[in-house]
C-alpha cells in the first residue's frame, strides 16, 4: 500500500491561498502547531516506520489538536500496544509496546512565524 516514498508537493500560492482560506473559515485558532525535527525524525525512525498519520482531536479540555503516529507499509498505525503476542500470522512482527505517538504543542497563535 505505502512504500514511504509518497509525496504531494504544492506550491507557495497553493499554500497560502489555502492557509487564507482556512483562517478566513471561521474556525478560529489554533491554526497551526509546531513540531520539532526531532520528534518527527524519533517518530519515523521507528521500525516498521514508512510514514505517519495526522488525526484531528480534542483534547480533555475541549481545544483543538493534532495527534500524529507512524504507520507501516500496509497504512496500519504504529501505536503503542498492550498485546505482546503478535507473531508471524498477525504479519505485526514488528508491534511494540514502545511505540511513541505526537500531540500537537507551541499551537499558532502564540508561536507563529510573523509572515501570513
Known amino acids: 500500500m505505502f512504500a514511504g516514498e509518497e509525496k504531494t ?3 507557495i500560492e497553493e499554500f497560502k491561498s489555502g492557509t487564507v482560506k482556512y483562517r478566513s473559515g471561521g474556525l ?9 525535527k526531532n520528534a518527527i525524525q524519533e517518530l519515523l525512525n ?11 482531536a480534542l483534547t ?6 493534532l ?4 504507520t507501516d507499509c500496509d497504512g496500519r498505525d504504529l ?29 499558532c ?6 509572515e501570513k
Open 9 to 11: 508537493p504544492i506550491s
Open 28 to 36: 478560529g485558532a489554533p491554526r497551526a502547531f509546531f513540531y520539532s
Open 46 to 56: 521507528q521500525d516498521g516506520a514508512v510514514g505517519m498519520r495526522v488525526y484531528y
Open 60 to 65: 480533555e479540555e475541549g481545544d483543538r489538536s
Open 67 to 70: 495527534y500524529i503516529v507512524a
Open 79 to 107: 501505536r503503542p500496544s498492550e498485546d505482546q503476542n503478535c507473531n508471524e500470522n498477525q504479519n505485526m512482527m514488528y508491534r511494540s509496546t514502545s511505540y511513541i505517538m505526537l500531540k500537537s504543542e507551541n499551537p
Open 109 to 114: 497563535p502564540q508561536y507563529c512565524d510573523d
